[in-house]
């Protein structure tokens, strides 16, 4: 079978399934925040083959944006964490709750 | 010897890459979020570098040439090193192996699944895209279609890149008044 | 200048001064009570010029649009014609005296610019029920007056017997007020306007418009007066009002405000038939009855003159009541004049007298306090009814009104309380001012400054020459087309032309005096309620009127309070509420669990949710 | 797609590495040498295997200069013993090198060394987003260097790791903006197109001069050379990010800085100085005969080796920048300096439109 638009989605999807899980998991800010970045690039992935199977160049354009704004988001959030962890002294996200149940 | 030589006047060789590069994409980004032999985020770190290359591998497949470069560029050589910047910078420690969230791994693999279901069903009812794609990622018609038809939401990427730089000075001072 | 910008500035100083002063010069006691100085003072020198240039008889009214909601059109509209025009005389005249007497009256009072913000207020309000035009505008002004008068009454709130008295007034006015709305309701219902000259060409054009209802609705408009003018049964608050600083008296109870009452009946005077007035004028005389016989018996200073006002309110109304809203407006104009100098005299004693009310710790005035001694003398006098003062001319028409309308028997009461007012004024008279000094501060008593000593001169002036100057002929031509202007000299021998009333009430006077001096000349103690018995004892206690209303109407008051607490406190907040209350809390509580601070817990319930969406977008 | 290509394409891959370590390995010998000149001192020039004057007619010559000094450098480098600190982590220790190298070597991939050989174009791989490519696998060099710098888990190494990329991130910007007026003049992102379109305007440093002096001041900091060798400021760091590296772990991150000075003189050949054409001798267009083809892989050698020799000698003719003025000309004097390169080229292309 030839390796078509579905093969691509379902790379997609497993990739933003993995990074899914990731920030439902794992506990350390930083990973969580990479696991964010692994979903936004399964998107990218998504909006790439779309832009390819159906000729237009649009998706294409729409990655360009994804990407420039993941790099000023990944700017702000490790600056945040950064601040957050002189705070805190942890990067784990418990530790960082201070509501009580 | 004759195998492969119809593969390669088949096309099929693009098939067998796209299937290299899948399989390394999505067994990077496994060991990016579980890693069983270190839970060093540097590590993490590293092999999302390692998915984000192949993933521009599958962008060549594409023939998104440009985003490609980009994706290398930006992901890869800034983005990523932001991360290792920081990770070095607070000195973060091995994650600690505390008690496994049954709760998260729970409704994470119910949202996995779920997911995995819809994308099932919705691939069911959709109509195929075009067979033999044309579409070349060149750069000068990209490029072109961002300086014309995009040109606002262009702007105003850039006006949030400018948001995001201003703002992280200010969380990057020590003192916060 | 047009003559249509007149008006509209004379009642909009006094709101721009207090405005002024409440936002800006709080801080400067000076600057600011010049400021309400200067607002009232520019408001009389308006009024001179406007007369000066147009004629008392001027008429003449400008409105503008201000709300039309169905068939109801109000419009913003001030009146003037020489009802209103010699009111604007009264209240920015005496009203501008008094401003100035406050001056140094309140001059050590922390709080002197806020009074004056208050005063400002207060003849804003004032202006704005002289000036209006129609009867809602009235309305809105008769409850800026009852606001503005709270608040100076109670301008000592530190004193719980002044917050008491303003409360007192307010909520008693408040009763008045609620029959004055059902009134005007009741009008605009039957006429379908609120405007006075339309309701008058209404009733002119077909006298019966009011149907079988007209008593009802009158009485009802009378509720107002009957509140604001004090009458029987709504006159416990006056007496209790003079908690307030002396000025405020002389300006609310004695000058302006409980005159709106009467005013507002010669206004609308269109509106009553037979009946009404018949009931008007009996409560008049017995309110003036009863006010003049309680006033026997009081020995606080200002509480004596607050009875004789209310009596001579109750003299007005019955004026009204007798079909003589000249002689009522002229009795209100002079009494404005003889009161005002009265309560400003005894503002004066008091000051005098280091704040002591008490008219047996005083006596011997006369030497210390000489100036206070002659204007005093001349408002007790005018007060009285001897000629030629003042009061003598209003009260003789009064008088003779009763006798034209043939009514002998509130002829006979007025003239009884006519021989009472000059008994008990001049029993205040001799016990403050003549006899020996009663305590160390009438000993070291000492005259009043020239700020409020010329205010008393220039109002003794007019409570001397104010029966002849013209009053009656402003007031004549407004409510009689044939009447005709007198001259200066026919105005002063006009009592003559009506010789009954003139003489009796001239001996009634001289009688009251002259037992007054027999009983009170050097007297240390009342002799009275020896002579008087339980009459004195029921005199002096105000014939129990605020302990009956104590028993009956605030008892039983105070029960519908309970059981509607009752009702809020167990079923409207306990059982209703509550259980909103508790449902909220108890859903909150649940709904808190969600929120547990933990990113990751939000990023699953997102996902579900992301999830959901999908399916029903997708996945169906 | 057939075999020819596959085969052909290996065997370029096969000659590209096996020139580019040579190019290297004398380089650095090159470098000894120059040195020894610029300091007025001999330099290695005894260097020679016991036989090599027996060789007739060539003995003489391969005994002197030091001929075969840098095969002894690598014999060195690879029987010293190869010592592990302690505290070290492992992983990352081992792997740094490997991660410097591979990009250094990655880059010429794109770089056409030559027009053709009877059909075969003498690049590897004729990327029609060819710059972009050396860009991005330019960018990848840092993380050699980081994760040296973070894997000896000692101070100086971090500083220099830190440095070192902080100093990258940073001149890859000006240097990306820098050539960004090439390509609008251009109007193409393929190297042989540069190449083809110099051939008939001329070069391109002619035209846009600016470009070629920024390209080449950051091309110095991202290959850590001095007067830019922060990272490895031997009197405040040590080594830099090598100072626990050892045998021939070391030898590989000599390797890759070499490599990528080869590679930085390829680019700058490539986009400002013609790569293989030259304006005399019919060299201009691409070769019909083998002997053109060869003619013209000399040429862009020749132009490369210059810019070799430049990189050494401004290593040793001037001193070292402080780290706040490297940051200081990258950020406020290039990056403005470039951005207004590009809105001049524009305009001036814009007018003659």
Known sequence: MHVGLQHYLAVSMILFCLGLLGVILRRNLIVIYMSLELMLNAANLALVSFSRFNDKLDGQVLVFFIITVAAAEVAVGLALIVALFRKRQSAHVEDLTSMKL | MEAINNLISSGGVEDVLFYVFAALTLLCAVLVIANPFSRNPVTSAMFLVLTIISMSGLFLLLHAFFLAAVQILVYAGAVMVLFLFVIMLLDLKEEARRKIKFFGLAAGLVSVGSIVAIFFKALASAKPGVASPKLEGETYALGKLLFTQYTLPFEIVSVLLLVAMIGVILLSKKKLE | ?620 | MDWNFIIFSLVKLAIIVGVVQGLVAYSVLAERKISAWIQDRVGPNRCAPPFAKYIPVLGPLLTRWGMFQPLADGLKFMFKEDFTPAGVKKIYFFLAPAVAVIPAMLTVAVIPFGSVMGNQKMVLADLNVGILYTFGIVSMGVYGIVLAGYAANSKYPMFGGIRSSAQMISYEISMGMSVIPVLLIVGNLNLSHIIGWQATNGWMVLYSPISFIIFMVASFAETNRTPFDLPEAETELVGGYHTEYGSMKFALFFLAEYSNMVSSSAMMVTLFFGGWTLPFWGLDHPANSIGMGIAHILVFMAKMLFFMVVFIWVRWMFPRFRYDQLMDLGWRRFLPLALVNILITALWLWMRS
């Open chain 3, 1 to 620: 200048m047009k003559n249509e910008l007149f008006p509209w500035l004379i009642l909009f100083l006094p709101l721009l001064s207090a405005t002024v002063i409440a936002l800006f010069t709080l801080r400067s006691k000076t600057v600011s009570s010049l400021i309400s100085i200067g607002a009232v003072a520019a408001g009389f020198v308006l009024t001179c010029l406007f007369v000066n240039s147009n004629g008392i008889h001027y008429s003449g009214e400008s409105s503008v649009n201000w709300l039309t909601i169905g068939g109801l059109n109000v419009d913003f509209g001030l009146k003037l014609d020489a009802l209103s025009m010699m009111m604007l005389f009264v209240v920015t005249g005496v009203g501008g005296l008094i401003h100035i007497y406050s001056y140094s009256y309140m001059d050590e009072d922390a709080g002197k610019a806020r009074f004056f913000a208050f005063l400002s207020l207060f003849t804003f309000s004032m202006l704005g029920i002289v000036l209006s035009n129609n009867f809602l505008m009235t309305f809105i002004f008769w409850e800026l007056v009852g606001v503005s008068s709270y608040l100076l009454i109670g301008f000592w709130f530190e004193k719980p017997s002044a917050g008491d008295a303003a409360k007192k007034a307010f909520i008693t006015n408040r009763l008045g007020d609620f029959g004055f709305l059902a009134g005007i309701l009741m009008v605009w219902g039957l006429l379908g306007s609120l405007n006075f000259s339309a309701l008058q060409n209404a009733m002119v054009a077909n006298p019966a418009a009011l149907g079988a209802s007209a008593t009802i609705a009158g009485l009802l408009v009378f509720c107002g007066a009957a509140g604001k003018s004090a009458q029987f049964p709504l006159h416990v608050w006056l007496p209790d009002a003079m908690e307030g600083p002396t000025p405020v008296s002389a300006l609310i109870h004695a000058a302006t405000m409980v005159a709106a009452g009467v005013y507002m009946l010669c206004r609308t005077l269109f509106l009553y038939n037979a009946d009404a007035l018949h009931v008007i004028a009996y409560i008049g005389g017995f309110t003036a009855l009863l006010a003049a016989l309680m006033a026997v018996q009081q020995n606080d200073i200002k509480r004596i003159i607050a009875y004789s006002t209310l009596s001579q309110l109750g003299y007005m109304v019955m004026a009204v009541g007798l079909s003589g809203p000249t002689p009522a407006m002229f009795h209100l104009t002079t009494h404005a004049f003889f009161k005002a100098l009265l309560f400003l005299s005894a503002g004066s004693v008091i000051i005098g007298m280091h704040h002591e009310q008490d008219i047996w710790h005083m006596g011997g005035l006369k030497k210390k306090m000489p100036v206070t001694f002659w204007t005093f003398t001349i408002g007790a006098l005018a007060l009285s009814g001897i000629p030629p003062f003042a009061g003598f001319y209003s009260k003789d028409s009064i008088l003779a009104q009763c006798l034209e309308q043939k009514n002998y028997l509130l002829f006979g009461v007025a003239v009884f309380v006519a021989g009472l007012t000059a008994f008990y004024t001049f029993r205040l008279f001799f016990v403050v001012f003549f006899g020996k000094e009663k305590s160390d501060h009438a000993k070291h008593a000492h005259e009043s400054p020239l700020v409020m000593t010329a205010p008393l001169v220039i109002l003794a002036v007019f409570a001397a020459t104010g029966g002849f100057i013209g009053i009656t002929n402003n007031y004549g031509s407004q409510f009689a087309a044939d009447h005709e202007t007198l001259s200066l000299a026919q105005q002063f021998l006009e009592p003559l032309k009506t010789p009954v009333p003139m003489f009796i009430g001239i001996g009634v006077a001289v009688a009251g005096i002259v037992l007054a001096f027999l009983l009170y000349k050097n007297a240390d103690t009342d002799p009275l309620p020896a002579k008087l018995g339980v009459l004195a004892t029921w005199m002096r206690d105000k014939f129990y009127f605020d302990e009956f209303y104590e028993k009956t109407f605030i008892r039983a008051h105070d029960f519908l309070a309970a059981v509607a607490d009752w009702i809020d406190r167990w079923i409207l907040e306990g059982a209703i509420i509550g259980a909103i209350r508790g449902g909220t809390d108890l859903s909150g509580r649940a709904l808190r669990l969600a929120q547990t601070g933990n990113l990751q817990t939000y990023t699953i319930l997102f996902v579900l949710g992301v999830v959901l969406l999908l399916y029903f977008v997708l996945g169906k």
